[in-house]
Each structure stands twice: as structure tokens, then as C-alpha cells.
């Protein structure tokens, strides 16, 4: 039976911060803040959607698999949601990588409930922190 873990994340609007502003971007920070364990899938690269201004405030539930090479699946929105703000983050959780789930040494396949808050980057102190 796979296990379902849940991992939240605060987005921010426009654009990121350059890394030569800080010592990491926003999404180094993000990966830095994700719990770690070994049976929970952890992010290793994340990638921002790109969304107006008028989705602050808005939340897209996505559901997932976490497959053995790190790579995201069979995305769906689980959020009654805009269909424009859903495809920008889906697209985005699309690209991101992670270290797979290993409860016992080997990498498994994980089931993931990701709830992903737009918010502004001025109220929320960067583009990416857990919730």
C-alpha cells in the first residue's frame, strides 16, 4: 500500500529574486525547508509557476506519485480550482525532481497530496516556504 504524505507549499508571485541578491534562490530555501526522511519523497528541484496577480490567495490541491527515479505522475487536481491557474501549476509540479521515498534502503513509489497557495512574495517573505 502506498503512503500518502503531505506536502505544502506557499508560492509567490512574479519574479524570483536573482541569486546574486541572496546566498540561495527562493527554491534552494524551499528544498532546504522540506521535511527529510527516508519515507517521504524530498524535493531536489523545484520549478515556480508563472501566474498573475489576480490568483493571489487561490489553492491548487494536486495528487501525484513520486515514482522510483524521482520523477512526478499521473498529476491530478484534486481543487475545485480556475483551469488556468491549475494548468500553471501543474505545469510546474510537472518539472520537478525529487529523491524518492526509501523506507528500507531502495526507492519506492509514493503517493503525494501537494496543496500549493498562491500568495504575495512581499507578504510571504520569498517566492517559496513550507506552509
Given amino acids: ?42 524535493p531536489v528541484a523545484v520549478v515556480t509557476p508563472s501566474v498573475s496577480p489576480e490568483y493571489a490567495g487561490a489553492t491548487v490541491e494536486l495528487e501525484f506519485t513520486v515514482d522510483v527515479t524521482g520523477k512526478p505522475a499521473g498529476l491530478s487536481v484534486k481543487s475545485d480550482t480556475d483551469t488556468t491557474l491549475a494548468a500553471a501549476v501543474m505545469d510546474a509540479v510537472k518539472q520537478w525532481r525529487f529523491k524518492p521515498a526509501q523506507p528500507n534502503g531502495v526507492p519506492v513509489a509514493t503517493k503525494v497530496v501537494l496543496p500549493v497557495k498562491i500568495v504575495d512574495g512581499a507578504l510571504a517573505g520569498g517566492a517559496l516556504a513550507m506552509k
Fill in 1 to 42: 500500500m502506498k503512503a500518502v504524505n503531505k506536502l505544502a507549499l506557499v508560492l509567490s508571485l512574479g519574479a524570483l529574486t536573482s541569486a546574486a541578491a541572496f546566498a540561495t534562490t527562493d527554491e534552494q530555501a524551499y528544498i532546504e525547508s522540506c521535511r527529510k526522511g527516508s519515507d517521504v519523497p524530498v
